[in-house]
């Protein structure tokens, strides 16, 4: 268990790197859209060896679970993590990350909408307490407007990261979850490249020096960061993590990823939310904890949409 809890908060302090790398990128002229296809394909082109290695031949695993990779891919890598670099792009990291990781309430309001089913007693105290620190990291009382579509990027993030939790609700013990992530990767990007052919998709890099703390590096020291250390050594100690803790464990020590962004784009961006939100943080948070473990100590259908949550990560 200590040495599971270890890996997991690497795991979340690896995955939290990646929007400060992301925006060290865009600010010297990437598009969101470059961003992300530069880091789904060298992750993806990286994790095929043990992605084949995992298969062992048994090629009809990808076959049988073709819709789940597909839609794996699509939703909880390319759409969510496109989403998040736009809203990183308008916000600060932390803000951004706090609107995405909005999801688990979102699953809530709309598992209460359709089964008309109340939650229980924990479950709602989170979804408010949650709500009411949204209020306060959107800060809409502050004399400093915050961006509106930055806030509709990560709302939209968000969403699609609540998607990726119903995709991944049902325990596939056929089909290794290394694969599920390669596979993932490589289906983000191919859809990234074909957005970017046909013109959907603006795409724009650029080769000036990327500013990181007080270093001044050249732009591939930050997206080779983006693609190694935030999304591959981050899949690979996540899957470690899921694996030592069980999934339930591990997605309440994911929260950690919020804090360790915040901590990253601080150091390295010289971002730091303001005292409100940060408060409004920890009541978000602190909701989404209570919104877990209410739904860990009981059957219901929200367990099942949050259960294998952390088994694959959805790139953040």
């Known amino acids: 268990m200590a040495s599971g809890l270890g890996v997991a908060l690497f795991s979340s302090a690896v995955f939290g790197l990646s929007g400060s790398f992301a925006k060290a990128l865009l600010e010297t002229g990437w598009t969101p859209g470059a961003a992300v296809t530069a880091r789904l394909t060298g992750a993806a082109l990286v994790l095929a ?144 490249w074909l957005a970017a052919a046909t013109g959907l998709l603006p795409m724009a890099a650029s080769t000036a020096d990327t500013r990181l703390g007080p270093w001044v590096t050249p732009w591939w020291v930050a997206l080779g960061g983006l693609v190694l250390l935030a999304t591959v050594l981050a899949y690979v100690s996540g899957i470690m993590a899921a694996r030592a803790l069980g999934s339930k464990v591990a997605s309440f020590v994911s929260l950690t990823e919020v804090l360790f962004a915040v901590i990253w784009a601080w150091l390295l961006l010289g971002e730091l939310p303001g005292p409100v939100q940060l408060l409004g943080g920890i009541l978000i948070v602190g909701g989404v904890v209570l919104v877990r473990w209410d739904e860990s100590r009981r059957p219901a259908p929200l367990d099942a949409a949050l259960d294998h949550a952390n088994d694959v990560e959805p790139v953040p």
């Not at 990781?101 to 709602?124: C, D, K, Q």
């Not at 806030?151 to 089909?175: K, M, P, R, S």
Request: glycine content about 10%.
């Open 49 to 192: 060896v043990p992605a084949v290695a995992a298969l062992r031949g048994r090629w009809h695993q990808l076959r049988n679970n073709w819709l789940t990779i597909g839609l794996f891919g699509l939703i909880g890598v390319a759409a969510c993590q496109l989403f998040y670099f736009n809203a990183v792009a308008r916000l600060s990291v932390g803000v951004a990350l706090l609107l995405e990781y909005l999801a688990p309430v979102l699953i809530v309001l709309w598992l209460w909408a359709a089964s008309r089913r109340r939650p229980g007693p924990l479950t709602i105290a989170g979804t408010l307490l949650s709500l009411a620190g949204l209020f306060l990291v959107l800060d809409l009382t502050g004399a400093v407007k915050i961006d509106v579509v930055g806030v509709l990027w990560g709302i939209a993030a968000a969403v699609c990261l609540a998607i990726y939790f119903f995709i991944t609700a049902t325990e596939n013990d056929n089909l290794p979850p290394i694969v599920l992530a390669s596979g993932g990767l490589m289906v983000g990007a191919v859809v990234m």
